[in-house]
């Protein structure tokens, strides 16, 4: 009996230990990765003579170039969301060219060898740390190590050499370490403490089905989705009062009215990351690594929990943007909408004047909305004001696309 009861409590121990390595490795998340290319080296030239016939003299040269070694290429996989098909240390190597042969047959070049990764992903090389590329669409292509040429067969040129050319060596393929990180690529990103309903709105207003559920770090990866505004502002007409005077303050109205530039806003992405918590800048909670993710967003809407006493929203309002600011003074700059999030409750709604003077007194800009992701309250306005303050914020930078350097290409061609 004490044997079994052993035996199940290491049994226990075991599986607790390995559910926590599992939670380890998905915290890792795979956005980032190493990989090894090694491209082609081009095919030897060849050495061959013309048979003369009763002759023991060789005749003329006539070995052909070697081929062209395989390139290796990164492609843009829509499909893909992470990077976890390179888990570990790959090594990808394409073929050699294919050596000449005689008559001045030049060998086959060989083919590229292609590497899928997701968009967003940013290309650097491990020793220089450059750039060498960005995936923004399905279909990009990159070339990251050149194929070497061929070597010089002892032909030369075809025909015009009577005696034995040297045979020229071939090139080794280009080989080189990359560092591949995958930033997501979102317009709007959703920020806030674990548990603030962020995943919720997602859902709510996207055809995205990230987790959901009561407790912190529900999300432990990024989550994108594609909103389409009209859609939405047509579906959730009803809006939550935040009137100047406060006197209907948190009474929900409908607007039977869908903006008639709601059409022409088109549809944006969203970008669900997992929650912040403070010291999220200096690597605690899952925050850290995914704060790079939002750098590329250009609004942010910062979810508020306010079910939770207003004291501890105000503190945890703070608490995010100083983590914003220690991470990167840039993303402190990125505009918020405020989104004061669950008021479909009573003792919530009634919070409500307390809450909006507190936050009004730290956010100058004014951007604040109540809204309930899980009844849909406030959403369609909430979308409809993103997407305005998205098109303005684009409007006054037309440089942002530029200033993220280096692109990968669309048309690689094989000939570079
Ligand atoms: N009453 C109420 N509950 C909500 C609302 N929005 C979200 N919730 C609940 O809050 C809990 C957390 O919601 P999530 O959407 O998972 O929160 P999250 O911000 O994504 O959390 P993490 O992924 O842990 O960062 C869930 O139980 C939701 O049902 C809301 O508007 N009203
Ligand atoms: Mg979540």
């Given at each position: 009996m004490w044997l079994l009861c052993a035996l199940l409590v290491s049994a226990l121990r075991m599986q607790s230990n390995k559910d926590e390595q599992t939670r380890e490795q998905q915290l890792k998340?795979?956005?980032e990765a190493f990989v090894r290319?090694?491209?082609g080296a081009g095919g030897r030239g060849g050495v061959h003579f013309d048979r003369v016939k009763a002759s023991s003299q060789r005749g003329r040269p006539n070995g052909g170039d070697g081929g062209r070694g395989?390139?290796?290429l990164l492609f843009c996989n829509a499909k893909l969301s992470s990077l976890s098909n390179l888990r570990g240390f790959r090594l990808v190597v394409a073929d050699n060219g294919k050596d000449g042969d005689r008559s001045f047959r030049r060998g086959a070049d060989a083919q590229p060898t292609t590497l899928d990764v997701p968009p967003g992903t940013v290309v650097r090389c491990n020793a220089t740390k450059t750039v060498l590329g960005e995936f923004r669409e399905h279909g990009e292509r990159l070339l990251v190590a050149k194929g070497g040429?061929?070597?010089?067969g002892n032909g030369g040129a075809k025909g015009r050499k009577t005696k034995a050319e040297k045979p020229q060596p071939q090139e080794p393929g280009q080989k080189r370490v990359l560092f591949l990180e995958l930033q997501v690529v979102a317009d709007v990103g959703l920020i806030g403490f674990p548990n603030a309903g962020k995943s919720t709105l997602l859902s709510r207003v996207t055809a995205a089905r990230p987790k959901i559920a009561n407790y912190p770090f529900t999300t432990l990866t990024p989550n994108l989705g594609v909103c389409d505004i009209s859609n939405v502002?047509?579906?959730d007409r009803f809006r939550i009062n935040l009137d100047e005077s406060l006197a209907d303050l948190g009474t929900?109205?409908?607007?039977a009215i869908v903006p008639a530039d709601a059409q022409d806003l088109g549809s944006i992405v969203l970008a669900d990351i997992p929650g912040l918590v403070d010291g999220a800048a200096d690597g605690r909670g899952l925050g850290h690594p995914f704060l790079r993710h939002i750098r590329r967003c250009r609004v942010l809407l910062h979810l508020l929990d306010c079910s939770e006493e207003p004291e501890e929203v105000e503190r945890r309002y703070i608490a995010i943007c100083k983590e914003l600011l220690s991470f990167d003074t840039r993303l402190a700059d990125v505009p918020q909408v405020i989104v004061l999030n669950k008021m479909d409750s009573d003792v919530v709604v009634s919070r409500l004047p307390d809450l909006v003077e507190r936050i009004k007194r730290l956010a100058p800009h004014g951007r604040i909305l109540p809204i309930s992701a899980a009844a849909g309250h406030g959403v369609g306005e909430l979308v409809y004001r993103s997407a305005r303050l998205l098109q303005k914020v684009r409007a006054m930078d037309p440089t942002?696309?530029?200033e993220r350097g280096f692109q990968a290409s669309a048309n690689y061609d094989g000939s570079s």
């Open positions: 998340f795979f956005d290319v090694k491209a395989g390139d290796v040429a061929g070597g010089g502002l047509t579906r929900i109205t409908e607007s942002y696309d530029a």
